[in-house]
């Protein structure tokens, strides 16, 4: 193990460590930490500037009800799930047939397309922001939730794939050999024996992806207009505007905003990792 | 087996000679096709369609008018082009900073003690938070009049700059806020890198007398290439995208001082309609960012060329 366990070192070492530890965590989280004390912050401790310092007051049940309440921030979080699920849904199911597609026959060309795949993950954003919103238009799904799900299943297919072939290609092979050897159909060989192995990296990337469709503000911004459609990373900026002197409102919607792929994360955290940290661990 | 048995047994009795015939041919082409066509919808043919909107002159609507190399000509001579590349310079270098930052987090908290796997959670969730919230909050602490920072200092007599409407120090306030979560990122790629490191050969060069700052150097480190490799890859990427941040905190000002290449581009594209010089600076930020894609994509492949 590297670094040298604390377990060995000095006793005044190891206090020193329990006690850096804590200090290092609060440092770090520092914004996280503001988001939540300024969401709970009340307004007449605003008044008074008392931006930072300790709250008298704890405010949630009233920054959280006011903000609900005057803006369309229930509008935006139902428009990022209605956008997340079917976005994760599609790419999961494109992906899991095109890794296994790329896993399980050997064929020329088989690498070029696993490369594009995994470089047209990479590529900026802007590349493609013309001729997307104006493909969206031709479709006419620009300006509504389709273009955004459309757009994410083929864009998220890219990373997912490569994903889920390395997982499939991982698989032993024998179990597929076996099945073709007694007749089984290829689809069948899908459904029944490479789809219950993948059930995990299905899970990892479930999560991944609903963090970063969650998240992501750019392609909204492209390709949504219309207020009641705009999803909540767009909605922070309507926010942003709404409460320009609010700033306990504004925080109270930021951390309205996170929590869900906080959560995710929290609840999957397993998955999650495992999905992010693909390859690290490789020699 | 005898779910394979039973399957195969209905197979036998269903589907046409030729198609079984042929599965091995067939399976693949339908397995891949539906996803290959979206990703070159959606994703390849518009990397092409930008290319070449790079060479005319178009407002979005009505004609487009074939301006050869007129474009990237006028962005040599353009200023912002040059500030946004600038800044993408230095978003590069100094985002740099995330996976050696990541590594000594990662070191830091490669201990077992009580509450340690929470603490591991709690120092990356930063990179699960919309980037449009970490950039609320960091414009927050550098808010001159009643920000974090001010308020810490204000007793101390110094009275702190308003760094994001200051030309010289808006870009490195927006890249400490991006530096945040990418460090959170870069820290678990190395704990999951430390996690497989073999125990054995520590021990070994510990022997041998090898210990702290050389250990880590000629032992440890060369044994974390994966993870650094994905962690620079990433981070790189990371840099050349960045428009989320300088969206929501700046905006690119003032006067452009912390623009770039990114968010230059959607500028030019949806508030001066100007799609054919956008798509010039797409395709530059595409060339410049095909060199990382391409020395990723050579590593990964010889890795995969050996596997089945």
Same mark, same amino acid.
């Given at each position: *193990?590297?670094?040298?366990?604390?377990?060995?070192?000095?006793?005044?070492?190891?206090? *020193?460590?329990?006690?850096?530890?804590?200090?290092?965590?609060?440092?770090?989280?520092?914004?996280?930490?503001?988001?939540?004390?300024?969401?709970?912050?009340?307004?007449?401790?605003?008044?008074?500037?008392?931006?930072?310092?300790?709250?008298?007051?704890?405010?949630?049940?009233?920054?959280?009800?006011?903000?609900?309440?005057?803006?369309?921030?229930?509008?935006?979080?139902?428009?990022?799930?209605?956008?997340?699920?079917?976005?994760?849904?599609?790419?999961?199911?494109?992906?899991?047939?095109?890794?296994?597609?790329?896993?399980?026959?050997?064929?020329?060309?088989?690498?070029?397309?696993?490369?594009?795949?995994?470089?047209?993950?990479?590529?900026?954003?802007?590349?493609?922001?013309?001729?997307?919103?104006?493909?969206?238009?031709?479709?006419?799904?620009?300006?509504?939730?389709?273009?955004?799900?459309?757009?994410?299943?083929?864009?998220?297919?890219?990373?997912?794939?490569?994903? *889920?072939?390395?997982?499939?290609?991982?698989?032993?092979?024998?179990?597929?050999?076996?099945?073709?050897?007694?007749?089984?159909?290829?689809?069948?060989?899908?459904?029944?024996?490479?789809?219950?192995?993948?059930?995990?990296?299905?899970?990892?990337?479930?999560?991944?992806?609903?963090?970063?469709?969650?998240?992501?503000?750019?392609?909204?911004?492209?390709?949504?207009?219309?207020?009641?459609?705009?999803?909540?990373?767009?909605?922070?900026?309507?926010?942003?505007?709404?409460?320009?002197?609010?700033?306990?409102?504004?925080?109270?919607?930021?951390?309205?905003?996170?929590?869900?792929?906080? *959560?995710?994360?929290?609840?999957?955290?397993?998955?999650?990792?495992?999905?992010?940290?693909?390859?690290?661990?490789?020699? | 087996?005898?779910?394979?048995?039973?399957?195969?047994?209905?197979?036998?009795?269903?589907?046409?000679?030729?198609?079984?015939?042929?599965?091995?041919?067939?399976?693949?082409?339908?397995?891949?096709?539906?996803?290959?066509?979206?990703?070159?919808?959606?994703?390849?043919?518009?990397?092409?369609?930008?290319?070449?909107?790079?060479?005319?002159?178009?407002?979005?609507?009505?004609?487009?008018?074939?301006?050869?190399?007129?474009?990237?000509?006028?962005?040599?001579?353009?200023?912002?082009?040059?500030?946004?590349?600038?800044?993408?310079?230095? =978003?590069?270098?100094?985002?740099?900073?995330?996976?050696?930052?990541?590594?000594?987090?990662?070191?830091?908290?490669?201990?077992?003690?009580? +509450?340690?796997?929470?603490?591991?959670?709690?120092?990356?969730?930063?990179?699960?938070?919309?980037?449009?919230?970490?950039?609320?909050?960091?414009?927050?602490?550098?808010?001159?009049?009643? +920000?974090?920072?001010?308020?810490?200092?204000?007793?101390?007599? &110094?009275?702190?700059?308003?760094?994001?409407?200051?030309?010289?120090?808006?870009?490195?306030?927006?890249?400490?806020?991006?530096?945040?979560?990418?460090?959170?990122?870069? /820290?678990?790629?190395?704990?999951? +890198?430390?996690?497989?490191?073999?125990?054995?050969?520590?021990?070994?060069?510990?022997?041998?007398?090898?210990?702290? =700052?050389?250990?880590?150097?000629?032992?440890?480190?060369?044994?974390?290439?994966?993870?650094?490799?994905?962690? &620079?890859? &990433?981070?790189?990427?990371?840099?050349?995208?960045?428009?989320?941040?300088?969206?929501? /905190?700046?905006?690119?000002?003032?006067?452009?001082?912390?623009? &770039?290449?990114?968010?230059?581009?959607?500028?030019?594209?949806?508030?001066?309609?100007?799609?054919?010089?956008?798509?010039?600076?797409?395709?530059?930020?595409?060339?410049?960012?095909?060199?990382?894609?391409?020395?990723?994509?050579?590593?990964?492949?010889?890795?995969?060329?050996?596997?089945?």
């Amino acid at each position: *193990m590297f670094p040298r366990p604390i377990q060995e070192r000095s006793r005044s070492r190891q206090l *020193m460590y329990k006690v850096a530890l804590p200090i290092s965590l609060i440092i770090w989280l520092l914004p996280m930490i503001a988001i939540v004390a300024t969401a709970g912050r009340s307004l007449s401790d605003l008044n008074r500037g008392n931006y930072w310092g300790m709250p008298s007051e704890w405010a949630f049940i009233e920054n959280f009800a006011k903000v609900f309440g005057s803006s369309s921030i229930g509008t935006y979080l139902l428009n990022s799930v209605i956008i997340t699920l079917p976005s994760i849904a599609g790419a999961l199911f494109l992906s899991t047939l095109a890794g296994a597609g790329l896993a399980l026959y050997k064929f020329r060309g088989r690498f070029l397309i696993l490369a594009l795949f995994i470089a047209g993950n990479f590529v900026p954003f802007q590349i493609l922001m013309i001729p997307v919103r104006q493909l969206t238009l031709d479709l006419g799904v620009y300006d509504t939730y389709w273009g955004v799900i459309l757009f994410q299943i083929a864009f998220q297919t890219g990373f997912c794939t490569f994903f *889920m072939r390395n997982f499939i290609a991982e698989l032993p092979f024998e179990l597929v050999e076996a099945a073709r050897a007694e007749g089984v159909g290829e689809w069948q060989i899908l459904v029944h024996i490479i789809v219950p192995l993948v059930r995990p990296a299905l899970a990892a990337l479930a999560v991944l992806q609903f963090t970063f469709i969650w998240n992501d503000f750019f392609w909204p911004l492209i390709l949504i207009q219309s207020d009641e459609l705009r999803p909540i990373t767009l909605g922070l900026t309507v926010l942003k505007g709404q409460y320009i002197s609010s700033f306990n409102l504004l925080a109270a919607g930021s951390l309205i905003a996170a929590l869900p792929p906080v *959560m995710m994360f929290f609840a999957m955290q397993k998955h999650f990792i495992a999905g992010l940290t693909l390859g690290a661990s490789k020699g | 087996m005898t779910e394979i048995q039973v399957l195969s047994n209905s197979r036998r009795r269903t589907g046409s000679t030729f198609l079984r015939k042929h599965q091995l041919i067939i399976a693949p082409v339908a397995f891949i096709t539906p996803a290959f066509a979206m990703f070159s919808l959606f994703v390849i043919y518009p990397i092409i369609q930008s290319i070449g909107l790079s060479f005319v002159e178009w407002q979005g609507i009505g004609p487009q008018t074939w301006v050869g190399l007129d474009n990237y000509r006028e962005l040599l001579g353009d200023p912002v082009f040059w500030k946004a590349l600038t800044n993408n310079v230095y =978003w590069l270098v100094l985002f740099l900073l995330a996976p050696v930052l990541g590594l000594f987090i990662a070191l830091f908290l490669n201990q077992n003690v009580f +509450g340690i796997r929470l603490v591991k959670s709690l120092f990356f969730f930063p990179f699960v938070v919309s980037q449009i919230v970490v950039g609320l909050v960091f414009a927050w602490f550098y808010d001159p009049a009643f +920000g974090l920072l001010a308020t810490m200092l204000e007793p101390l007599g &110094v009275k702190f700059p308003a760094i994001l409407s200051n030309e010289n120090w808006a870009t490195f306030g927006i890249i400490l806020a991006g530096l945040w979560p990418q460090t959170a990122y870069c /820290m678990i790629l190395y704990l999951t +890198g430390l996690n497989s490191v073999n125990p054995e050969i520590i021990e070994a060069a510990r022997l041998d007398g090898a210990k702290g =700052w050389r250990l880590l150097v000629n032992i440890v480190l060369p044994q974390l290439r994966a993870a650094t490799f994905i962690a &620079v890859v &990433v981070t790189i990427i990371g840099a050349l995208r960045s428009f989320d941040l300088v969206a929501i /905190m700046t905006g690119g000002g003032p006067y452009n001082s912390s623009n &770039v290449l990114a968010y230059y581009m959607y500028d030019n594209a949806i508030f001066r309609y100007r799609m054919g010089y956008a798509s010039a600076i797409a395709t530059i930020l595409f060339l410049i960012m095909d060199l990382y894609i391409a020395w990723f994509l050579m590593r990964l492949l010889k890795n995969e060329k050996g596997s089945r």
